[in-house]
Nanobody, 123 residues
């Protein structure tokens, strides 16, 4: 059974940074793409970033230049480094596991989801 567990969320002031982590278990982690999505209050879930099995990345325009995604296949971990945070980044952030090795950006494409971690940015 695949499990994804996010950590690292919290309350941060605007301009600050957070690093989210996602611990994966239950399958051969290194073969598959992973992604981060977020759901702001009262809004739909949206794509944030994804990383392929071999480390290629794709970042949403809304966070490009501020967020980076990385993975450590030896530790079965995926990370989202978030810098220069703004109040608009306030959301529940979800780690997602795809069933393919390449990058996809649609939430419906991902098979596995964590429970999410809250990120709140104060002004």
């Amino acid at each position: 059974q695949v499990q994804l567990v996010e950590s690292g969320g919290g309350l941060v002031q605007a301009g600050g940074s957070l690093r989210l982590s996602c611990a994966a278990s239950g399958r051969t982690f290194s073969r598959y793409a992973m992604g981060w999505f977020r759901q702001p209050p009262g809004k739909e879930r949206e794509f944030v970033a994804a990383i392929s099995w071999n480390g290629s990345t794709y970042i949403a325009d809304s966070v490009k230049g501020r967020f980076t995604i990385s993975r450590d296949n030896a530790k079965n971990m995926v990370y989202l480094q978030m810098n220069s945070l703004t109040v608009e980044d306030t959301a529940v952030y979800y780690c997602a596991g795809d069933g393919v090795s390449f990058i996809r950006v649609g939430a419906d494409d991902y098979e596995y989801w964590g429970r999410g971690t809250q990120v709140t940015v104060s002004s």
